[in-house]
């Protein structure tokens, strides 16, 4: 057990819904990443959240959106779900923004979109 | 803009012999960079990093990777790879001038270990 909890486990949805992912950091850490992991696209990152603002933003589609809370745990909002969105979904987190920390990675949520 | 490449998808080694998983860079400054390996249905876990210092850096399981500044490469090495090696690698990278800024992830090379 890393630490991050990732729920659920795996997902499947139909086009056009939306889901909510969710990610409860390691203990001590104020960061946290959102990454998807496709087969042709690896491991993309989406969007980062440090002590509950937004600190940067990768290939995150408009569909989808990610808040932190003030007890530090994140959500990954994806709507209008396209088959393309079928992925692995990890949260990571870290104890800052600094990257001589290394990060922790969730065991994912596999989404599946029919 | 920062990047990462691992030009082969997939490394085959039979049991014992050393293994090499290569991995090239790109940033505008000094990078931090990371070695991860992904098992199967599991999350990533941390291997080594370079921040600074020795260009030889020794981590998890064996595991050690060399920092070359002058080829931007970070290639991954085992001197005897055992079976249980067989994972999926990522080399990610991170600009140390670009505070804030989250690691970039190559796409993954595919380690497997024959007996």
């Known amino acids: 057990d890393s630490g991050v909890t990732q729920t659920p486990k795996h997902l499947i949805t139909a086009t056009g819904q939306r889901v909510t992912l969710r990610c409860s950091p390691r203990?001590?850490?104020?960061?946290v990443y959102w990454y998807q992991q496709s087969l042709d696209q690896g491991l993309q990152f989406l969007i980062q959240y440090y002590n509950g603002e937004e600190r940067a933003k990768g290939n995150i589609l408009e569909r989808f959106s990610a808040q932190q809370f003030p007890d530090l745990h994140s959500e990954l909002n994806l709507s209008s779900l396209e088959l393309g969105d079928s992925a692995l979904y990890f949260c990571?987190?870290?104890?800052?923004?600094?990257?001589?920390?290394?990060?922790?990675f969730g065991s994912g949520t596999r989404l599946t979109v029919v | 803009a920062q990047s990462v490449a691992q030009p082969e998808d997939q490394v085959n080694v039979a049991e014992g012999n050393p293994l090499t998983v290569k991995c090239t860079y790109s940033v505008s400054g000094n990078p931090y960079l990371f070695w991860y390996v992904q098992y199967p249905n599991r999350g990533l876990q941390f291997l080594l990093k370079y921040i600074t210092g020795d260009n030889l850096v020794k981590g998890s399981y064996g595991f050690e990777a060399e920092f070359n500044k002058s080829q931007t490469s970070f290639h991954l090495k085992k001197p005897s790879a055992l079976v249980s090696d067989s994972a999926l690698y990522f080399c990610?990278?991170?600009?140390?001038?670009?505070?804030?800024?989250?690691?970039?992830f190559g796409k993954g090379t595919t380690l497997s270990v024959s007996s």
């Open positions: 203990s001590g850490d104020l960061s």
């Open positions: 990571a987190s870290s104890v800052d923004t600094g990257v001589g920390y290394g990060y922790t």
């Open positions: 990610a990278v991170r600009d140390q001038g670009q505070a804030g800024t989250a690691l970039i």
